[in-house]
Nanobody, 125 residues
Framework: QVQLVESGGGLVQPGGSLRLSCVASGRTFSSGSMGWFRQAPGKEREFLAAITWSGGNTFYADSVKGRFTSSRDNAKNTVYLQMNSLKPEDTAVYYC??????????????????WGQGTQVTVSS
């Protein structure tokens, strides 16, 4: 059974940075991709970024491009989301997700097979 565990959320001031981690277990992650999403209260779950395990190709939503960076450590089965220049509107629960398909990257929630439990990020002074 695949498990995804996020960590690294917390309270940060506007303009600050956080790095989220997502540890994947339960299968070999040499193919496929990982995605990052977030959900604010009363809003739809929003795609942020995706990264392939093989090659580290990335894709970002326009809303975070230039501020957020995703990376991975294959040896640790871990993906990261470095978030810089955080704004109050970045406040949300952040989720990582695993997509087993090896065909490219996806921003569609429905194409991801496994989800983590989420970690809260609050940007406030």
């Amino acid at each position: 059974q695949v498990q995804l565990v996020e960590s690294g959320g917390g309270l940060v001031q506007p303009g600050g940075s956080l790095r989220l981690s997502c540890v994947a277990s339960g299968r070999t992650f040499s193919s496929g991709s990982m995605g990052w999403f977030r959900q604010a209260p009363g809003k739809e779950r929003e795609f942020l970024a995706a990264i392939t395990w093989s090659g580290g190709n990335t894709f970002y939503a326009d809303s975070v491009k230039g501020r957020f960076t995703s990376s991975r450590d294959n040896a640790k089965n871990t993906v990261y989301l470095q978030m810089n220049s955080l704004k109050p509107e970045d406040t949300a629960v952040y989720y990582c997700a695993a997509r087993t398909s090896s065909f490219g990257l996806s921003y569609s929630r429905g194409s991801y097979n496994y989800w983590g439990q989420g970690t809260q990020v609050t940007v406030s002074s």
